[in-house]
């Protein structure tokens, strides 16, 4: 199949490559560009393990050709760290609020949750389980992710969060 | 510690070892997309292979034409039972004693089934490929339902058994029957069921599901033709048991393959067990010479491997009229799918199912399962929980739940007249096991007290007099759920795997400037092994929790163990590595004795070092002590401070805990929503608690979906109607409850640190939690028993048959 040049910007640096039009943009980024972060769970939009932030809107990118984000502004767990490399509000949340155990739902989990905070910065438990139901989570049953979330959200906010993992 | 001076304290917190809630180690990595999964690999030359897939549930093969296949641009080869049968591997033996198509030979036995594998340059040319292999079925009479399995004129699936009167468990009883086991007294039984006031008998299913980990089953295998040498890396957990299979399998010695277990994305059961995409990504390698990757897909995974549950247990209880319980029986059937591919010990073709006399002293017990064989997917693998054992739970939960209705009981009553009492243990069960410790009463009282249990049953009286009064359409349940499990598979006197008894190891070495590594025989897929197994070595030894680095999943560094299923990781593992930290530390001992030029009887050790007693001053910390080792031990003594231990448990150990599920439920629409649920674990010693909590949300998120809604259905055709994630119910962070943790403590006294194991509780205990909230809202309608999944639809259906809906 003949392939077609991709380029966009991922996690501000330029990104490009040959891929088959019917490339998955999950596959373009994982198997083209080696960035492996983002990961694959079902390949049927359910699962959102593949959650990626595409020009301001969450995306699952196994649901997505690659060439549908040529030009675009593509943000994946990779580009969530803070500029100095240490873990950014929503890592640290997750790890001090135990919001994650095997770690596989956790780059998409994160992502979505960066989107969100950014339309809702102080959202209530509800607003955050209704906001994340676009991904599962095998492992956790969600109580400690909302935690981490809110721990996050009172961070960026320049508040204390001070409730306990549970 | 009764001198917790501040310096003490610090000292201790320093440690961050037993009881503390240290945060994970893993999380650094996971949070920022740096975790290193099997997908996430990545060969010079790495090929991809692809399946093939019966879309019939029985069918013979007439013929496979790969003609076409062989020329989609990027296939470079295409596997059929044929290629296999030439380096034997067209089967392959399963854990249970049965044999497994690897890929169709003659025939097909369940839809999905694997048929042919495709080898390609890239995953989308591999996909191409297995679109153009050509497959000439014809298809065959289809047997779904496991009642019907040994009727006379029942389709013959397995003819490869043909004329095998016996199977690896004893007799068959039918062409499609696998294996008769029991247990118990049947006649002492029997005797007491002629005797008893009060009797009930009822068929509770615990229907089909399946455990699907976010991350699927794959692997990477490459063979290396040189120096005859196989890696695989895959998503493995209990990697040394494949490399044992592969090597007996195979004609490859097993010192020649290396299986890596890397990151695993959730377990659950689902990956105990040998499946065909890993012996073909193997096989495709070795006639390849090039890596080869196999990645299964979520409908693959949902279809194709690993079911769990599927039994129908026909439940009987004998009791007097005063509700004190006198005798268990219990017949199961239970269906096991096209082959018997349950990942139980060898000698447990129904794992511990005669758990089933649950928390209670049944005087006398009997029970009897019959495994038989459908048109339906293999596996049977114990899906968070110990072998079997949440299959077991639900039975006598239900079926204590069934009796005190019939008696006009409190369902809590009933349990606290009948639980074994804590001067009983250890308690010898009717039905063979010795539970080592409990303390029933206690966990269950203050379960009851905490929910405001009489409150709850007063508002509940109120709630019904309404509905019937016409008032309300809302029926509200109570459901009580009281387990005890068994895990920490186990003691080599009764379990194994192939003949390998199922211990498991530590090897901790301490390096001189008093860091150190540990290696495991377990694997994590979440359970947050490399920061607990930290903890337990911290508070032994006195090394920080931060310096201690823990490996697992390397055959080639790790020792060998048995892995991580049925909470055997800190049953098992959890001692070897506290007797392996004795070891050192008893070696640290002598040389500090050394260095303080005192006797070693002299000294006592005191959070990170050994102090002379009486002359506290007198004191060596570990990492002194450690860098002696290297460097002045006393004289006759190796030097180097390292150890290993082979753990063989002397018992299983026996969590358990008291649940409690409010529901509410609308009979118009059949919709609930649960109000309430609450959870008393008591895992014995708790080494994080914050993980501990983790590991019960998790289970009891999973027992909710597989109560409410979730499970692998098919038509009568064979066909699976829950074949991706848009059917198959995983619950959403909306649907899913709020749930509230507790706990007792009440330490095993066999284990050396007292801990018990809790990953596998909350599945166990919760399914029977909820199942039974909406028995018991539906119960003073005329309900007795509503079988699962009770989702809307379920609900509605049984509002209807109570004739509550017009
Ligand atoms: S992999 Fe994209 S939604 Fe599951
Ligand atoms: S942490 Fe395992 S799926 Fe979410």
Redesign the interface.
Known sequence: ?SKTHVKFKLNGAAAEGMC?P??LLV?FI??NL???????????T??G?CTVDLNGKSVKSCTLLAVQAQGADVV???G??NADGT?GA???G???M?G????????GM?VRAHRLLKENPKPTDEE???G???????????????KAIQHAAAKLRGEEYLE??? | MNDMSPNKAEREAKLEGMGCRRKRVEDVRFTQGKGNFVDDIKLPGMLFGDFVRSPYAHARIKGINIKKAMKVPGVLAVLTATELKGVNLAWMPTLAGDVQMVLADGKVLFQNQEVAFVVATDRYAAADGVEAVEVDYEALPVLVDPFKAMDKNAPVLREDLKGKTSGAHGPRKHHNHIFEWTMGDKDLTEAAFRKADVTIKELISYHRTHPSPLETCQSVASFDKIKGELTVWGTFQAPHVIRTVASLISTIPEHKIHVISPDVGGGFGNKVGAYPGYICSIVASIVTGKPVKWVEDRIENLTATSFARDYHMTAEIAATKDGKVQALRVHVLADHGAFDACADPSKWPAGFFNIVTGSYDFPVAHCAVDGVYTNKAPGGVAYRCSFRVTEAAYCIERAMDILAKKLNMDPAELRLKNFIRRDQFPYQSALGWEYDSGDYHTAMKQGMEKIGYPALREEQKRKQADFKAGKTRDIMGIGVSFFTEIVGAGPSKNCDILGIAMFDSCEIRIHPTGSAIARVGTKSTGQAHETTWAQIIATEIGIPSADIMVEEGNTDTAPYGLGTYGSRSTPVAGAAIAMAARKIKAKAQMIAAYMLEVHEGDLQFDIDGFRVKGLPEKFKSMKEIAWAAYHSVPPGMEPGLEAVSYYDPPNMTYPFGAYFCVMDIDVDTGVYKIRRFYALDDCGTRINPMVIEGQVHGGLTEAFAIAMGQEIRYDAGGNVLTGSFMDFFIPTAVETPVWETDHTVTPSPHHPIGAKGVGESPNVGGVPAFSNAVNDAFGFLGATHIQMPHDYWRNWEAAKSLGLIK
């Open positions: 199949m088959e019917r490339t596959h994982r198997e080696s960035i492996t972060g983002t990961h694959i769970g079902c390949e049927t359910h699962c393990a994946t767990i990779e969530m760290a873990l929503l890592q640290e997750f790890r001090q135990h994650l155990q095997c770690g596989y739902c956790t780059p994160i955050i389980r209704f994340i139901a676009g991904n599962l989570c095998r492992c956790t049953g969600y109580q400690n992710i909302v306990a993992a549970e």
